[in-house]
C-alpha cells in the first residue's frame, strides 16, 4: 500500500471488554513496531516484529496485551479486559529492512475506555 | 531511566522567529537519531542522523548530532504558523525510543 493504514482510526470501549486494533504496513516492510502514546507524551514502546516473529514485547504493559502478525504483513493488537488507563492513540510502525531504517507511521487509533 | 529527554517540553514563538529544539540521549546501544513532526496523528520523518558534526537541511529546518555531548538540535529558522506541531526525537537503540515531544505554537 502507499502507507501504513491502521483500522478502526476511533474506537470507544466499555471497560472490560476486548478490543482489536489492526495495523497494514507498507508493502514489503519487514518491520513492524507498535507504540502507545498517552495525551501530551512520546510514544511508548509496546512491541516489535521482523517478519511473523515477534523479536521484542518487552513494551507490553500487561499480559492483557497481545500481538500477532501471523503473515509477516497485517499486525493486530489485542486488549482483553480494557481498562481506563489503556486510554491512548495507538500507534503502528513499519520500516524497510529492520533496525536501522526509519519508521514510517500510520494515522494511529484513538482508543477511549469508558 | 528515559532513554532520550527532549527540552522544552513547549515553545510559544511568533512568526519569524528561529527555534532550537534540543535532544539528549544516552550512549548505550546507540545507533541513530532521528527527529520527527507530529500535527495530528502520523509523525512525519524529518531527518536521520548518525555521523556527528554533519548537519542535515531540508529548507529552513536543519539537525546535527554531537556524539560527543550525546545530544542533537533541530533548528527553524523563519517560523511559519504551519510549523506548529509537536517535534518528536527518536534514538534506534536496537529499537526506538521516543522522547516526550517538544510542542511548538507559532503565532502569527
Known amino acids: 500500500g502507499a502507507g501504513v493504514s491502521q483500522s478502526p482510526r476511533y474506537k470507544v470501549a466499555k471497560r472490560g471488554q476486548d478490543v482489536a486494533l489492526r495495523c497494514d504496513p507498507i508493502?514489503?516492510?519487514?518491520?513492524l513496531f507498535w507504540y502507545q502514546q498517552a495525551l501530551g507524551q512520546g510514544p511508548e514502546f509496546l512491541t516489535y516484529?521482523?517478519?511473523?516473529?515477534?523479536?521484542?514485547k518487552s513494551g507490553l504493559p500487561s499480559d492483557r496485551f497481545f500481538a500477532e502478525r501471523p503473515e509477516g504483513s497485517v499486525s493486530t493488537l489485542k486488549i482483553q479486559r480494557t481498562q481506563q488507563e489503556d486510554s491512548a492513540v495507538y500507534l503502528c510502525?513499519?520500516?524497510?529492512?529492520?533496525?536501522?531504517?526509519?519508521?514510517?507511521f500510520g494515522s494511529g487509533t484513538q482508543l477511549s475506555v469508558l | 531511566e528515559d532513554k532520550v529527554v527532549q527540552s522544552p517540553l513547549s515553545l510559544v514563538v511568533h512568526e519569524g522567529d528561529t527555534v532550537t529544539l534540543n535532544c539528549s540521549y544516552e550512549?548505550?546501544?546507540?545507533?541513530?537519531l532521528l527527529w520527527y513532526k507530529q500535527e495530528k496523528k502520523a509523525p512525519t520523518f524529518l531527518f536521520m542522523l548518525?555521523?556527528?558534526?554533519i548537519e542535515k537541511k531540508s529548507g529552513r529546518l536543519s539537525s546535527i548530532l554531537d556524539k560527543k555531548e550525546l545530544s542533537s538540535i533541530l533548528n527553524i529558522t523563519a517560523t511559519q504558523t504551519g510549523d506548529s506541531a509537536i517535534y518528536l526525537c527518536?534514538?534506534?537503540?536496537?529499537?526506538?525510543?521516543f522522547g516526550s515531544g517538544t510542542k511548538l505554537n507559532v503565532k502569527p
Open positions: 510502525a513499519s520500516s524497510s529492512s529492520g533496525i536501522g531504517e526509519k519508521l514510517f
Open positions: 548518525t555521523s556527528s558534526g
Open positions: 527518536a534514538g534506534d537503540f536496537n529499537k526506538f525510543y
Open positions: 550512549v548505550t546501544n546507540f545507533r541513530s
Open positions: 508493502s514489503g516492510h519487514v518491520s
Open positions: 516484529f521482523q517478519n511473523e516473529a515477534q523479536l521484542d
